[in-house]
T-cell receptor, first 114, second 110 residues
Framework: DVKVTQSSRYLVKRTGEKVFLECVQD?????MFWYRQDPGLGLRLIYF???????EKGDIPEGYSVSREKKERFSLILESASTNQTSMYLC?????????????FGSGTRLTVV | ELKVEQNPLFLSMQEGKNYTIYCNYS?????LYWYRQDPGKSLESLFV?????AVKQEGRLMASLDTKARLSTLHITAAVHDLSATYFC??????????FGDGTTLTVKP
């Protein structure tokens, strides 16, 4: 069964810490995405990547960076965590073809910054 | 800029009743997806609709796509409590990148 794996289900970090959220997919998908989800705000795209070493800003990139050194791995980095980055973070991947099959999502990481 | 609008955003219905969730989008696309999210969980794929007139059914849920009207519907037949969840539609705009609606939170009451 195809999978997107996020390394942590729950994380608690302190303000100012550098935080790494890891996402690995085993489907050989070209595209990978990071979203955050907050009550009443839907899914908001942070960053995405169409290929290794490529990255594109989404709608809310401020305070975040990403790394994609290998096709299967897409990391989200909070350079200096703040309380307003407390959220559910969702990683997803998809095929880069016309007539694709939508996203496969990871199980999510609930991050709390204290 | 593509906009995807779902309505209603909140839906409370009784078991056994039928209802439809609507998903409108603003630019041409023939690739639309429906996802389900249970509270505290991630999203899982429900339906993939890849052409005008596409219809998919699974259990009490049926999804359809009208690309000319830029409209997809998710029809619920004889709702049961297990269908309580948030349902998202998403439109594929650029070779694998989707724009999501805000989600419809469905609560099915006895």
């Amino acid at each position: 069964d195809v999978k997107v794996t996020q390394s942590s289900r729950y994380l608690v970090k302190r303000t100012g810490e550098k935080v790494f959220l890891e996402c690995v997919q085993d489907m050989d998908h070209e595209n990978m995405f990071w979203y955050r989800q907050d009550p009443g705000l839907g899914l908001r795209l942070i960053y995405f990547s169409y290929d290794v070493k490529m990255k594109e800003k989404g709608d809310i990139p401020e305070g975040y960076s990403v790394s994609r050194e290998k096709k299967e791995r897409f990391s989200l980095i909070l350079e200096s965590a703040s309380t307003n980055q407390t959220s559910m973070y969702l990683c997803a991947s998809s095929l880069a073809v016309v007539g694709g099959h939508g996203y496969t999502f990871g199980s999510g990481t609930r991050l709390t910054v204290v | 800029e593509l906009k995807v609008e779902q309505n209603p955003l909140f839906l409370s219905m009784q078991e056994g009743k039928n209802y439809t969730i609507y998903c409108n989008y603003s630019t041409t696309s023939d690739r639309l997806y429906w996802y389900r999210q249970d509270p505290g969980k991630s999203l899982e794929s429900l339906f993939v609709l890849l052409s005008n007139g596409a219809v998919k059914q699974e259990g009490r849920l049926m999804a359809s796509l009208d690309t000319k009207a830029r409209l997809s519907t998710l029809h619920i037949t004889a709702a049961v409590h297990d269908l309580s969840a948030t349902y998202f539609c998403a439109v594929d705009t650029n070779a694998g990148k989707s724009t999501f609606g805000d989600g419809t939170t469905l609560t099915v009451k006895p």
